[in-house]
């Protein structure tokens, strides 16, 4: 197979970091007054930068655990580790696999989204995703006869996810020659179940960022909100507007963040429309979704980019649940109204709108 001569994007961890430091830039001015000891620590998971916060007494123990979950969970969920969980599914041959509770909850929400959003969101687009080169970086442009076969293997609605109630555990399997990636939801289930660890570790407040998606612990140590940026699309080294938020996950999915220019002068990105096997094409740069569920956050953010601006508001009248802030490629921040009160708008190359 011939790859096209292609100029990548190889700014993608740069984007990343800076997208982080922008985060982090809005939420840790808080300590300075004393009202209690900061730590910190950065990682390097899920092929992103991390970086785990927590205040108090036991914020050293709280780091810890969080590094700990979110380690396991990356070496669990990566699709080309041959001691994962994923590649164990991947390979069964249409068999069982016993999986762990956090993945079998990832699996059984992004089957809802799935079902809720027409296939939107389908995690078994995997090798798709992989020959078009989004998981190795070795891009491609791939011709429509390859798309089609690749396509051929979607088939998450075919997978079986089964519970024992009795004992706790959780199988899954799929039909054979599927293949199944879940990088539009690990994110979000490992800041959920970090920010759980450090709460069993007696941490009260405390912050995950997992590339530039926020999940919260408790409030600031002094009892207010957390501030948090929002990347703006067209200047990854700016952002567009703050939220004041509580204990919840701030997660986002935009064309910008990986992509790369084919040898045909036209840049595609890593997120790909089900339906055509092609990157998306719609009105949307960019979609952040807030909602205290971290893995239903990033199952949103990618189906409702998807879906784009007029279907994502359909379902978020339909289903709810969450709130949401859309960027529009003709320059409109688009937000629903639960945000009417938590969302600022400070950069002036966009115009504001709420949503009924």
């Known amino acids: 197979m ?6 990548c994007n190889r700014k993608i961890r740069v984007v990343k970091c800076l997208a982080l430091l922008l985060c982090l830039a809005m939420v840790l001015p808080l300590a300075a007054c004393g009202e209690a000891e900061m730590s910190q620590k950065q990682i390097f998971a899920m092929d992103t930068v991390m970086t785990l916060t927590a205040y108090g007494k036991q914020r050293e123990a709280g780091l810890k655990a ?3 979950v979110i380690l396991s969970m990356d070496a669990a969920l990566d699709p080309e580790l041959k001691t994962s969980t994923i590649y164990a599914i991947n390979h069964a041959n249409g068999q069982n696999v016993v999986i762990s509770a956090q993945i079998a909850k990832m699996l059984s929400t ?85 920010v759980d660890a450090m709460r069993q ?19 600031k140590p002094d009892g207010s ?14 952002y567009l507007g703050v939220i004041s938020v509580g204990e919840t996950a701030v997660i986002t999915s935009g064309s910008y963040q990986r992509f790369f220019t084919a040898s045909n002068g036209r840049t595609y990105h890593h997120i790909l429309n089900p339906k055509t096997g092609y990157p998306v094409t719609n009105s949307l740069l960019s979609v952040t979704i ?15 980019f998807v879906l784009g601006e007029t279907k994502a508001l359909n379902y978020w009248r339909t289903y709810g649940g969450f709130d949401m802030i859309m960027v529009t490629n003709d320059g409109r921040v688009v937000c629903t109204k639960g945000l009417i009160e938590e969302f600022t708008l400070t950069n002036n190359n966009y115009t504001l709108k709420f949503s009924e």
Request: net charge negative.
């Open 2 to 7: 011939k790859h096209t001569n292609i100029s």
């Open 290 to 304: 807030i909602c205290e569920d971290g893995t239903l956050a990033d199952c949103l953010s990618t189906a409702m």
């Open 110 to 194: 992004a089957l809802t989204v799935y079902n809720q959003s027409d296939g939107a969101l389908d995690p078994t687009i995997y090798p798709l995703v992989k020959r078009w080169g989004f998981i190795d970086g070795k891009y491609y442009l791939p011709p429509d006869e390859e798309i089609s076969a690749e396509m051929l293997k979607m088939c998450f609605n075919q997978m079986v996810l089964t519970s024992f109630p009795s004992s706790g555990a959780y199988a899954v399997s799929l039909p054979a020659g599927a293949e199944i990636g879940l990088g539009a939801v690990a994110k979000g289930c490992a800041s959920e179940n970090a």
């Open 201 to 219: 570790a007696g941490v009260t407040s405390g912050i995950i960022s997992l590339g530039g998606n926020i999940q919260t612990l408790g409030l």
């Open 66 to 68: 969080a590094e700990g």
């Open 225 to 238: 909100r957390w501030n948090v940026a929002v990347q703006d699309p067209n200047n990854t080294a700016s």
